[in-house]
């Protein structure tokens, strides 16, 4: 059995045992601290530096140095990073995406021209945040990257179509064909309860316009129709009296002059407007009880 030497109390008082070797550890005070409660500890571990990602170890670097061909493509990318909701913002890193993106908008100024492809971006904006849009809410959960929109991956372009149907390689190619193409193309068709009101209403804005009707007009012109079946409903008046009064407004005035469709949805007119009308045709009196649509 192994003898234990215990020093003297005189000694173990005087000299100092830790660091002497007479002891084989070392005693660590912890200071006393007040116990963290569970939401601090939360919003502590959330801003620790191990819970964050660095942002640019989740891009896919390039050895490949970006090189824009022009001055015009270095603004057409700052263009694009200047659109906002639903197009994806680069960072000018050498990422493959960055990098592939512009080497697609040089190719396109190159096959179309500056002019061309800023139009095509801006069309794109108005489109993509326009409420006519059919796949307005399919695009914007899974945002536009500057690849995608000149021509999409084959992966890419896979994925997409499931949510997608008939979706086209190019949005670019699409875009750079106006956007009354895109209306007509890729715009909501919502059926309508009573096309014998509207088309009356078309045959009197084309005379109007000298125009065919664009598509958000067509969806405005059905929404007017079942404002004046409502109205006239209400206050006992025949629509088609009615639609000879607003097509003498816009085709025999000279003062009625509205620069869309849509000013035929607004209160001034169902309120004010066409209310003074009537009531200058002879159709009610002034003191006429008026229903609201």
Known sequence: MKKVVVPRIDERLTNPLIGSGKIRRRCFIKKYEKEKSRSEKLHENLFKRSNTIPYRTTKKMTKKPIVFSTANAKIIFNYWNNLGYPFVRHQPIKSKVTSKGIERINKAIKSHGKEAVLNAIATAEKVFNSGWFKWRLAIGTQKLSLPDFFMYSNEGHKSHSKRIKNLPWSWFEECAKGLKYMERNY???????????????????????????????????????????????????????????IDGMLNKWHTYKPKHAGYMLNNIFWGEVLKREIIRYGLVDGGFKWKRI
């Open 187 to 245: 715009s909501v068709v919502k059926t309508d309860k009573l096309p014998h009101i509207t088309q009356r209403l078309i045959d009197t804005w084309e005379e109007y316009t000298k125009l065919k009707p664009m598509a958000n007009e067509l969806e405005q012109l059905k929404k007017v129709s079942i404002h004046l079946n409502t109205f006239c409903n209400n206050n006992e008046l025949d629509w088609l009296t009615v639609v000879d009064i």
